[in-house]
């Protein structure tokens, strides 16, 4: 994935084990699996039912943790988390899982999602006498928690919940518990499986898979459970609501080989390419798709399309990351360092390049710039999401809506500022139908906000925070 300079960036994976000997281990693996869900921070916190432990750090999960550290993981519970620094900024102390010791009850908590009112809660908590140490939504939660002053955890966990509004699935684990919650909307994945005895979940199910978990069933919108050396406990805390879970999710973030909602992530982008050249079909030689995120799309419209499907383009391994390059000369070096044309398949070819998604477009400037200096002699760009008009306030940074080339300009001339030869999106009917197969169920739907505008919470004035002003 071209994560870094296409401007879209997922903000976290989260991922908690109870009840095994090795808990930090396959806490460390889990996270290696969601390694693409943040590169920019991790930590594990474990417990051995007396203390918590923390190791934590900025960087890369291989950068942060050596073999050394996993004997002062001690436990047969833990707690991890990857992240991408966006809203609550970069900084060690952001770090997660945040830890709170205190003499009884220390918590550590992880969360995938953002907030709406975060700050009206920040500015009520500092009003009360609350001292803030990190700009992350996460401490508001575990003051919430600390404040209800309820003697059972569960309860106060409840009570913080009634509160928050947004997209949210997190895991707090103390020392003799694990409570796992997702947001009533259910915006964010989280799924739940087993690994022998213990328990296990995790943003996106390819951490089971890496670690020979099975997959039980998905945190339903609303509810909180808890995991403890009795078993596994589900209650509610909000009222079903339809379901929005995040479509980008499928689009773009997730790897192919998870499920979300029970659906495979591959199979979902092959139809939408398969739906896009039903909409958008245009007269070519060849199909190729932008590694690695829209190989699935390209042969989904391959195969409707009748037009084979090659690998026009290829993606250089091993090259250094580029988001630290912030000007836009050094972006477009980083698309070049990283993809090479394949002139053997493309040259007097007319292709279709097939995209997930368009952020600021510089990406596909450059990629059409690539094909046709290889020698295609036309480049056909078809997308397989609608056009991203619109920031997303739910944990994953889209940019400015400034910077977004969709809130700015009409298809027709972002086809031209991106030298295609023809440009067409999917459908937001489209996108729904290849990700949802009932459209009217409550239990299975998707957030499309980023493109339509329609927000699915409410979005308090605070939200728009000045990194998303325009
Ligand atoms: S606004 Fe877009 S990126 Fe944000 S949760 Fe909704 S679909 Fe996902």
């Known amino acids: 994935m071209l994560t870094e300079i296409k401007g879209l960036n997922e903000e976290c994976g989260v991922f908690a084990i109870w009840g095994h000997e090795k808990a930090a281990e396959m806490t460390y693996y889990g996270l290696h699996a969601m390694q693409h869900r943040g590169q920019e921070g991790a930590g594990i916190v474990t417990s051995d039912r007396e203390t918590l432990h923390l190791h934590k750090g900025n960087g890369l999960i291989n950068e942060v943790f050596q073999e050394g550290q996993f004997t002062r993981l001690k436990g047969s519970a833990a707690l991890g988390h990857v992240r991408y620094a966006t809203q609550g900024g970069g900084g060690y102390e952001n770090v997660q899982p945040l830890l709170f010791r205190s003499q009884k009850n220390s918590m550590a908590l992880a969360h995938n999602g953002n907030l709406v009112n975060a700050q009206a809660l920040k500015n009520q908590l500092e009003a009360q006498g609350s001292i803030l140490q990190t700009t992350s939504d996460t401490e ?24 928050i509004k947004g997209a949210y699935a997190f895991s707090i684990l103390t020392e003799d518990k694990l409570f796992v919650a997702l947001d009533p909307r259910g915006l964010r994945p989280l799924s739940i499986g087993r690994l022998g005895e213990a328990y296990v979940v995790a943003s996106e199910t390819c951490a089971f898979d890496l670690i020979g978990a099975t997959y039980i069933r998905e945190v339903k919108p609303g509810e909180l459970i808890t995991i403890d050396d009795t078993g596994l406990h589900s209650t509610s805390f909000a009222s079903p609501m339809q379901r929005t879970l995040c479509s980008m999710e499928y689009v773009y973030f997730s790897r192919p080989d998870s499920n979300l909602d029970g659906q495979n992530v591959h199979a979902s982008r092959k139809t939408m390419g398969k739906q896009l050249a039903k909409e958008s079909p245009v007269e070519a030689d060849v199909v190729t798709g932008v590694p690695d995120s829209s190989i699935s799309a390209a042969i989904g419209f391959s195969e409707a399309s009748s037009i084979p499907y090659e690998l026009g383009l290829i993606k250089n391994r091993y090259v250094g990351r580029t988001f630290i390059q912030p000007s836009q000369e050094l972006r477009e070096q980083g698309v070049k360092m990283k993809l090479s044309a394949v002139r053997g398949i493309v040259e007097g070819k007319r292709v279709v390049m097939v995209d997930d998604s368009i952020v600021r477009g510089t990406t596909s400037r450059r990629i059409v710039g690539l094909l046709k200096e290889a020698g295609a002699t036309e480049v056909h760009v078809r997308i397989a999401s609608p056009p991203i008009e619109n920031p997303c306030y739910y944990g994953i940074d889209t940019s400015t809506k400034g910077e977004l080339i969709a809130s700015n300009y009409s298809i027709d001339e972002i086809c031209e500022l991106i030298g295609a030869d023809s440009l067409s999106y999917l459908t937001t009917e489209g996108l729904e139908k290849s990700i ?35």
């Open 436 to 470: 949802v197969s009932d459209t009217n169920s409550m239990d299975h739907g998707i957030c499309q906000a980023c493109f339509t505008g329609n927000y699915p919470t409410e979005i308090y004035p605070d939200t728009i925070i000045p990194a998303y002003k325009d």
């Open 140 to 163: 508001v939660i575990a003051h919430l928690i600390k404040r209800s002053g309820n003697v059972q955890m569960e309860e106060s966990i409840k009570q913080a919940l009634g509160m």
